[in-house]
């Protein structure tokens, strides 16, 4: 069965518990991260990176630095999205490579006039493409029958070290994907639209 977008929302609930005996299908997988690729980046620089954790001890390892959450080693996928801070000066080029040498031309000059010498302006935007990635991939799960939970309870540092990951880059999230073994929490509540819809200003 398969949910629309408004269901999938609703639906949607952060799972603590996962059948750890359950295998996702690869196909499940790859259509679920490349549907999520197609989500926007500024100036298209695609900045998400998304680390597929399968190798079960490095699982473990994760784990034991993530305040032993067993969505960690339960859930069906482990998913560690980064951002690539640096994406806007590699051979930017490639993100135009579609529109003509006029466009592809202005563009890549704005690239390096917009992010060159900003690296709080180069941080902010790979939070947000990996913000926009990960909702995706939570809502996509969802509407294909499978349980999301997005994690921030961990060690960064440490889960860097783990996965190698480059200088230049930087662990935003987990996404812990897979079938849940119990009910997640019911929704704790949601605020007014009045408290959190604001129209024009504040004040």
Same mark, same amino acid.
């Given at each position: 069965?398969?949910?629309?977008?408004?269901?999938?929302? /609703? &639906? *949607? $609930?952060?799972?603590?518990? @996962?059948?750890?005996?359950?295998?996702?299908?690869?196909?499940?997988?790859? !259509?679920? +991260?490349? /549907? &999520? *690729? $197609?989500?926007?980046?500024? @100036?298209?620089?695609?900045?998400?990176?998304?680390?597929?954790?399968?190798? !079960?001890? +490095?699982?473990?390892?994760? $784990?034991?630095?993530?305040?032993?959450?067993?969505?960690?080693?339960?859930?069906?996928?482990?998913?560690?999205?980064?951002?690539?801070?640096?994406?806007?000066?590699?051979?930017?080029?490639?993100?135009?490579?579609?529109?003509?040498?006029?466009?592809?031309?202005?563009?890549?000059?704005?690239?390096?006039?917009?992010?060159?010498?900003?690296?709080?302006?180069?941080?902010?935007?790979?939070?947000?493409?990996?913000?926009?990635?990960?909702?995706?991939?939570?809502?996509?799960?969802?509407?294909?029958?499978?349980?999301?939970?997005?994690?921030?309870?961990?060690?960064?540092?440490?889960?860097?070290?783990?996965?190698?990951?480059?200088?230049?880059?930087?662990?935003?999230?987990?996404?812990?994907?897979?079938?849940?073994?119990?009910?997640?929490?019911?929704?704790?509540?949601?605020?007014?639209?009045?408290?959190?819809?604001?129209?024009?200003?504040?004040?």
């Amino acid at each position: 069965m398969t949910l629309d977008v408004a269901s999938a929302i /609703l &639906a *949607r $609930r952060a799972t603590k518990v @996962f059948d750890a005996e359950h295998r996702m299908p690869e196909e499940d997988l790859e !259509t679920i +991260l490349g /549907l &999520a *690729r $197609r989500m926007p980046t500024a @100036f298209n620089i695609q900045n998400w990176r998304f680390v597929v954790v399968k190798d !079960t001890e +490095l699982r473990r390892e994760i $784990r034991k630095v993530a305040w032993d959450q067993p969505q960690v080693t339960d859930a069906s996928a482990l998913l560690i999205l980064c951002a690539d801070i640096r994406a806007w000066e590699k051979s930017p080029a490639r993100y135009w490579e579609n529109a003509g040498p006029e466009t592809q031309e202005i563009m890549v000059g704005a690239i390096d006039q917009y992010y060159r010498g900003r690296e709080q302006v180069q941080r902010d935007e790979g939070m947000r493409s990996c913000g926009m990635a990960a909702g995706a991939i939570m809502l996509l799960a969802e509407s294909m029958g499978y349980a999301t939970c997005p994690m921030d309870g961990f060690d960064f540092e440490a889960v860097g070290k783990l996965i190698h990951l480059p200088e230049d880059h930087e662990i935003v999230m987990f996404v812990a994907l897979g079938k849940p073994a119990k009910d997640p929490y019911p929704t704790g509540g949601i605020l007014p639209a009045s408290e959190i819809i604001i129209r024009n200003t504040f004040s």
